[in-house]
């Protein structure tokens, strides 16, 4: 039986973090996943998603130049596009586990599952480490209807070899739209259905309306207040029935995608032998991301249940805490203070601190400014007819509560509320700041 003083499952960006960090102080680390070493975002999520996007974005921006600067627009091509994407991703674990044998660090393939407290069955194998990080991510979620494995996952999407004609996403969350967005502009026909009466229910509907009516521009059916019950092939593709307000109504696409949410990845691992307390959510935590109930593991990222948000700044944060506290003691605790957060459609949604909803619940005192300026010169310069904002600001303090955008390169003006709201500015601090211009940035002097 092998020990460590450090054992982690799952090499992710949370992972990776306290692997390499605890190794770096000289403790005996070892680290497991079934999947290639990267996690989610490197191999699966946040980067291919971005290169794939690439093309979109170019094909987006000729769009609207077309007849007014251009002539012509390109066409962009999924199969030359996917090969970039993956040359990219394949050269990741690679790099990555040659960083973890320079560190010293064993690496194992192998699903792992806890058989006490202290103890791993990693494969064939039995581990005993001191610390254990769980770190696994998370999944897609299961349907629970007939006819589910016929829905592939977003995975999945990422390495078509060829972009089949037609698409169907189960659920109405930020992975339908980026991607369906991806593959309309790609020239797939696509279907969203979604069992709420909007989508992307955690951002502002204000914001969302926005979106929804870009989305219906780019010929993408978006359907709400629809329970998908049932898939079963049809002719050599799919027919997907869902029941709404209206009654039942049947849909047929090339190929289905499951894009319902995605659980944490923890339900496989026996947490139970190991006396540690989870839930829908993930691992039950303490302020110092420890078990509640067994102070030898840890959790970050997706797998724990904390007030953060999924994504992967959050879990690097995490990671860097986690790690802390096992060599120092639990002294570190997470800030989830700003974390923006964004929908990497075109155009692109972003949001960070408190929606309208929120604050009133808190019952602060605020006021709120909100406008379509696709009349902006951001806006106008590139031909753009999707831009909006809508701000929070308290009234006493002057201070940034949150901030609600779409438009051009709203994935990087939101870092700047975010700052804002880190920090503490008012509105008089934006108002007075002086910005580059004209860029996208100096807008947020009017949006508050």
């Known amino acids: 039986m092998k020990k460590y003083d450090v054992f982690v499952i799952g090499s992710g960006m949370a992972g990776m973090n306290v692997a390499n960090k605890c190794a770096s102080k000289g403790l005996r680390v070892g680290i497991t996943d079934e999947l290639p070493y990267g996690g989610t975002c490197a191999l699966r999520g946040c980067d291919p998603k971005k290169i794939m996007l690439g093309p979109t974005e170019a094909k987006h921006l000729a769009d609207n130049f077309y007849e007014k600067q251009i002539s012509e627009v390109p066409a962009i091509y999924w199969q030359e596009a996917m090969k970039f994407k993956q040359d990219f991703v394949d050269a990741m674990p690679p790099k990555i586990e040659k960083g973890y044998q320079k560190n010293e660090i ?5 699903s792992a599952k806890f058989i006490s407290e202290t103890q791993l069955k990693i ?82 509907p204000f914001i969302v309306d926005q979106l929804t009516e870009a989305t219906r521009k780019l010929d993408i059916q978006l359907i709400l207040n629809t329970n998908v019950t049932a898939i079963e092939e049809a002719n050599g593709a799919f027919r997907v029935t869902g029941k709404g307000e209206s009654g039942e109504k049947k849909w047929e696409a090339a190929q289905v995608i499951n894009s319902a949410g995605r659980p944490p990845a923890i339900f496989d691992l026996d947490l139970q032998k190991a006396n540690i307390a989870f839930g829908k959510k993930g691992v039950e935590v303490n302020e110092y991301l420890q078990s509640t109930t067994n102070p030898n593991v840890y959790a970050a990222g997706d797998a724990a249940d904390t007030d953060g948000i999924p994504l992967t700044p959050v879990a690097v944060m995490e990671g860097h805490i986690v790690a802390s506290n096992i060599l120092k003691g639990n002294t570190k605790k997470p800030d989830y203070t700003a974390i923006p957060t ?14 309208e909803e929120e604050a009133t619940k808190k019952g602060l005192n605020f006021k709120v400014n909100k406008n379509r300026v696709p009349d902006w010169f951001t ?13 929070l600001v308290e009234k006493e303090s002057g201070k940034i509560l949150g901030a609600h955008l779409i438009g051009p390169h709203a994935e990087e003006v939101i ?15 934006l108002k007075t700041m002086i910005l580059t211009y004209p860029s996208s940035s100096s807008d947020v002097v009017y949006m508050v």
């Not at 480490?129 to 209807?145: M, N, V």
Request: charge should be positive; glycine fraction near 8%; charged fraction near 20%.
């Open 342 to 355: 964004v929908v990497f459609t075109l155009p692109t949604m972003a949001s960070v601190g408190l929606t």
């Open 379 to 391: 806006a106008q310069r590139i031909n753009e007819k999707t831009y909006a904002y809508k701000t």
């Open 106 to 110: 064993d690496t194992f393939h192998e």
């Open 123 to 204: 494969g064939n194998e039995i581990i005993e480490a001191g610390k254990i990080l769980i770190a696994t991510g998370a999944k897609p979620r299961k349907l629970d209807i007939p006819g589910e494995e016929y829905a592939i996952s977003s995975t999945d999407f990422l390495n078509f070899k060829s972009l089949p004609s037609s698409l169907l996403f189960i659920g109405g969350g930020y992975i339908a739209f980026e991607f369906a967005h991806m593959a309309a502009r790609f020239g797939s026909k696509v279907i969203i259905i979604h069992r709420g009466k909007r989508p992307l229910e955690n951002f502002d």
């Open 415 to 429: 870092n700047l509320f975010a700052l804002a709201i880190k920090v503490g500015f008012t509105s008089k601090d």
